[in-house]
């Protein structure tokens, strides 16, 4: 098995973390007359470890638990006095739109572990040294290091819920789009590939080689939080079924169950190595590659979009390059198969109305929004494809597909960035969108209304849009000109 991860680069760190990214509720509040017990009995009741002392919207003082142990019951003070004679009342503020460091270095330069945020004149939070703590613990190195430490599924299922803070804090901190899903797409690595070591644990030593093999957008390197499954296992040609498949079969149904318990919901394709279909040897996957490209059928472009990106994840790693070595020596000679590829990638358009404007959903659950994902990013995605079978290219990450597709000569260097602009563009607002929507406790989506952007970004979105149609037209002449 692989050994975990050293580094992982763009880890977020707390310079480009502002404070407004650490609050999590409004501050809880007591009036200065109230009895220090009636504070204390708040603070309980709440499950925290200091209020706000403050009258009306000004802010009086600050007490913690170490007040009350220390002006209280050390000092043998009668808890009926007011609250605000136990209080530190030369309070310190940080405004929320600093940067979460400065925070720390407040608390450490005056040995305090809590400081009230303001905005303007107003008191809208409370952060503590241990939200930073957290912070700290949610990066993607910790993160990655605490997932290879647990030693079960229910321990593996609570680290998983901290992998959502990681995309919201990414996207508090301006990463970019490319890097977030690297590093989200690494937690699900590191996930998948601790079941694998749970697995054996239980399982004992596999009786053949295999590679676990990751697809769609973890193969992609392209998650982000709250995606479903899509992964298969390549078998060494040694493989028996009558001696091997039940040993695969329970490693399969191990690291599927364990995903989905995660929060990495079975595929509803079931396109898993749960499947017994997606568990086979070597020269299984190999007819089926060879068949999908020789037989374009519906079925065929469909498994293709998914399994053409495949990522080794864990296990023997030639088994998966030698297989992708093959394929990829042939697809450039099949333009038949390359036509359907882009006939099928035409299925998914930009959401522009013929005179260019915004066209959103009507009617039904997303009625106003735009679907970000099928209509802005996967049509990219579908056309770095396409690139990429035709020229051969071994990338499978869209953005090194689109860099390596200008040296093939499929697409020009010119168009390349305007395509990367677009790809980081769209990404960008589907990570910010998805990271405001787990901040506010609801589910991510993809859907996007338009009002919540500003005119600037309306026509960035329209220009991204119009970038991505163009160059479907361009491969639709290249490809399907006087073919159907």
């Known amino acids: 098995m692989p050994e975990p991860p050293t580094c992982l680069d763009d880890t977020l760190t707390l310079t480009s973390t502002p404070v407004r990214s650490l609050l999590r509720r409004a501050p809880i509040c007591v009036p200065p007359e109230l009895p220090v017990r009636a504070a204390a009995q708040t603070m309980r009741e709440h499950n925290v470890s200091s209020v706000l002392v403050t009258d009306g919207d000004t802010l009086r003082g600050i007490v913690t638990d170490r007040d009350l142990r220390n002006r209280v019951l050390a000092a043998g003070l009668d808890p009926q006095r007011p609250v605000i004679e136990v209080a530190t009342t030369a309070v310190q503020t940080v405004d929320i739109g600093d940067a979460a460091f400065d925070a720390l270095l407040l608390m450490a330069r005056l040995n305090i572990h809590h400081v009230p945020v303001t905005d303007g004149a107003r008191v809208v939070g409370l952060i503590s040294s241990s939200d930073l703590q957290q912070r700290q613990s949610d990066s993607a190195v910790v993160l990655a290091q605490a997932i290879y430490q647990q030693d079960s599924v229910a321990e593996l299922q609570a680290v998983a819920t901290r992998i959502p803070a990681l995309q919201?804090?990414?996207?508090?901190?301006?990463?970019?789009?490319?890097?977030?899903?690297?590093?989200?797409?690494?937690?699900?690595?590191?996930?998948?590939?601790?079941?694998?070591?749970?697995?054996?644990?239980?399982?004992?030593?596999?009786?053949?080689?295999?590679?676990?093999?990751?697809?769609?957008?973890?193969?992609?390197?392209?998650?982000?939080?709250?995606?479903?499954?899509?992964?298969?296992?390549?078998?060494?040609?040694?493989?028996?079924?009558?001696?091997?498949?039940?040993?695969?079969?329970?490693?399969?149904?191990?690291?599927?169950?364990?995903?989905?318990?995660?929060?990495y919901v079975y595929c509803p394709g079931e396109m898993m190595a749960l499947t017994p279909m997606w568990r086979q040897p070597w020269s299984r996957w190999r007819e089926y590659f060879m068949r999908w490209i020789e037989t374009p059928d519906p079925k065929a472009l469909m498994l293709t979009c998914v399994f053409f990106d495949q990522r080794f994840v864990a296990g023997e790693r030639a088994l998966l390059d030698t297989l992708r070595a093959e394929v990829l020596a042939r697809t450039p000679k099949q333009r038949i198969f390359l036509a359907h590829m882009v006939s099928n990638a035409l299925t998914h358009t930009p959401p522009l109305n013929w005179l260019g404007n915004l066209q959103t959903i009507r009617g039904g659950e997303h009625d106003g929004t735009i679907d970000l994902k099928h209509s802005g990013i996967v049509p990219i995605i579908d056309l770095a494809r396409v690139y990429a079978l035709a020229g051969g290219i071994g990338a499978v990450n869209t953005r090194e597909r689109l860099l390596h597709s200008a040296d093939s000569g499929e697409i020009t260097r010119e168009r390349v960035r305007d395509l990367l602009d677009a790809l980081e563009f769209l990404t960008t607002l589907r990570v910010q969108h998805q990271a405001r929507r787990l901040e506010a406790g609801q589910p991510a989506d993809n859907f996007l209304r338009p009002d919540e952007l500003s005119a600037l970004e309306q026509r960035h979105l329209k220009d991204a849009f119009a970038v991505v149609k163009a160059l479907q037209g361009v491969l639709e002449k290249r490809y399907l000109a006087g073919r159907f």
């Open 168 to 263: 919201r804090q990414l996207a508090a901190a301006g990463t970019s789009a490319h890097a977030t899903g690297r590093l989200v797409s690494a937690m699900t690595d590191a996930i998948t590939t601790r079941l694998l070591q749970l697995a054996e644990r239980a399982l004992g030593p596999a009786p053949v080689p295999w590679a676990w093999v990751a697809a769609g957008s973890q193969g992609r390197n392209e998650q982000t939080a709250q995606s479903d499954q899509d992964n298969c296992l390549v078998l060494d040609d040694a493989y028996d079924a009558a001696h091997h498949g039940a040993y695969f079969e329970a490693l399969a149904r191990f690291v599927c169950d364990g995903l989905n318990a995660c929060g």
